[in-house]
């Protein structure tokens, strides 16, 4: 069973930055694809970023480019930098963790079989 941890969510001013990241527990990942979704209160779970293990391909949602980056290490951890925060992105942050395959839709939350247990994070106007 893949466990993954999550940590670095929490306040911030608008215009602050945070850094996430997501800690798996001892695999094989290079047929999988990292995910961070969040979601707000009274809205559905939304897709922020992807990356490929072992490719590094990477995507983003239209409100993350340009101020989000995602990034892996050699270590099992995933990244996300978020940059010029802004009130709308106020949310629980989720790690997720799912099979790669040609043609999947890996925004969609589906995709994923592991998720962390979500954190925090709130911009403040």
């Known amino acids: 069973q893949v466990r993954l941890v999550e940590s670095g969510g929490g306040l911030v001013q608008t215009g602050g930055s945070l850094r996430l990241s997501c800690a798996a527990s001892?695999?094989?990942?290079?047929?999988?694809?990292f995910g961070w979704f969040r979601q707000a209160p009274g809205k559905e779970r939304e897709f922020v970023a992807s990356?490929?293990?072992?490719?590094?391909?990477t995507d983003y949602a239209d409100s993350a480019k340009g101020r989000f980056t995602i990034s892996r290490d050699n270590a099992n951890t995933v990244y996300v930098q978020m940059n010029s925060l802004k009130p709308e992105d106020t949310a629980i942050y989720y790690c997720?963790?799912?099979?790669?395959?040609?043609?999947?839709?890996?925004?969609?939350?589906?995709?994923?079989?592991?998720w962390g247990q979500g954190m925090q994070v709130t911009v403040s106007s």
């Open positions: 001892e695999g094989d990942f290079s047929s999988y694809t």
């Open positions: 990356i490929t293990w072992n490719h590094g391909n």
């Open positions: 997720a963790l799912g099979p790669w395959r040609v043609g999947a839709d890996l925004r969609n939350p589906n995709m994923y079989y592991y």
